[in-house]
């Protein structure tokens, strides 16, 4: 197989977290037989420095014609004193590539129950989830929104939108996710309060005709927020909207010992973006300390869902897996009686175990 990927290394630590990823995919395709091609081009902060925008119309196009479209993280301190943000460069390659759907797995991996802050019990079973969040709707893009004045007094607004087919596309992608897992999907809204989740619950349970085979539950926000932490090794797929996706997503983090562990896929009708979902962390950029894992895993996620390989990417799960049962730790993750590496020695880990494997 031979394939071309966009790579949007970014700010702080998304170079060097990307270049583990890289070197990772690299010893992938040097096992299985394929040929990796990478293109780099600019978005958020580096972008904003060299072009004066975030997302250049030069990246949008390369990623266009690409394959897949791997990035780092974007911002930082830097680029907080007004001017463009290169948050808003996230928010322009979604829209510019219909990325509708994003996916984020939560593992937590037996050998970093000791970073989850939950109790023990709570967490006994294992946690093993799949959050789909709608991504190119809801308050982040529905129109009109702004600021105005009432009464004299300053006044804001954001537009909660949805469509029916934006809601049943995420819908059927969920379900599909489910029957690959444990079958089971829970759709959280606040239809008890807004006609948007209103619409929102209607359509999923109509969708949820096609799926006999899932068993379908409903929760909203405020209550799956609670039962997330009361007991997150319940849930298997939880389906939900921009904003709870957002909220919920980075409340799962949490759970997992490390938002330097999970990984992402933002997917659309033809395109697919993959990056970790910690931020640039520009406190720790250039000192080769950060944790790559979550880039590397981003890196199997784009192995199985934008080129269907399923046994590379397992490899690559595999082998991170390896590196924590073998004591090797980056700082977010250490405990006492591990070894503690640096990125580089945790990217050259990984390529090692994926290469011996049989």
């Keep these: 197989m031979k394939k071309n990927i966009c790579v949007l290394p970014g700010d702080g630590i998304g170079p060097e977290v990307t270049a583990q990823a890289l070197k990772v995919l690299d010893a992938v395709a040097d096992k299985f037989g394929h040929v990796f091609e990478y293109e780099q081009a600019l978005i958020g902060g580096s972008a904003i420095d060299a072009c004066g925008e975030p997302l250049p119309q030069a990246t949008l196009d390369l990623c266009r014609k690409s394959d897949a479209v791997f990035l780092g993280a974007v911002g930082g301190p830097k680029w907080d004193k007004g001017g463009p943000r290169p948050e808003a460069g996230l928010l322009a390659i979604r829209k510019g590539l219909g990325l509708f759907a994003n996916l984020r797995p939560v593992l937590l991996y037996p050998e970093l129950l000791g970073g989850c802050p939950l109790k023990p019990e709570r967490v006994a079973g294992g946690v093993d989830m799949l959050i789909v969040r709608e991504l190119t709707g809801d308050v982040y893009f529905g129109q009109p929104a702004g600021r105005g004045s009432e009464q004299g007094l300053r006044t804001a607004f954001n537009n909660m939108i949805y469509r029916e087919d934006e809601i049943e596309r995420i819908a059927h992608l969920a379900f599909r996710l489910a029957q690959s897992r444990g079958k089971r999907l829970c759709s959280v809204d ?61 409340e799962a983090a949490v759970v997992s010992g490390s938002i330097g562990m999970l990984p992402s896929a933002s997917l659309g009708e033809a395109h697919a973006l993959y990056e970790p979902i910690h931020g640039s962390a520009p406190d720790i950029a250039g000192r080769d300390i950060a944790n790559p894992m979550a880039s590397v895993l981003s890196a199997a996620m784009l192995l199985r869902h934008s080129f269907a390989l399923k046994k590379e990417a397992g490899a690559v799960e595999r082998a991170v897996s390896a590196t924590l049962a073998e004591g090797f730790r980056t700082g977010d993750i250490m405990e006492a009686g591990m070894r503690r590496i640096s990125c580089t020695e945790a990217g050259d880990i990984i390529c090692k175990k994926i290469m011996e494997q049989n």
């Design 190 to 250: 606040k239809a008890n309060v807004l006609e948007v989740s209103r619409l929102w619950r209607e359509v999923v349970i109509e969708v949820a005709v096609h799926y006999p085979d899932v068993e379908l539950s409903h929760l909203y926000i405020d209550n799956a927020a609670m039962q997330l932490i009361l007991r997150p090794g319940d849930f298997d797929v939880i389906l939900t909207a921009n904003l709870f996706g957002d909220i919920l997503s980075d």
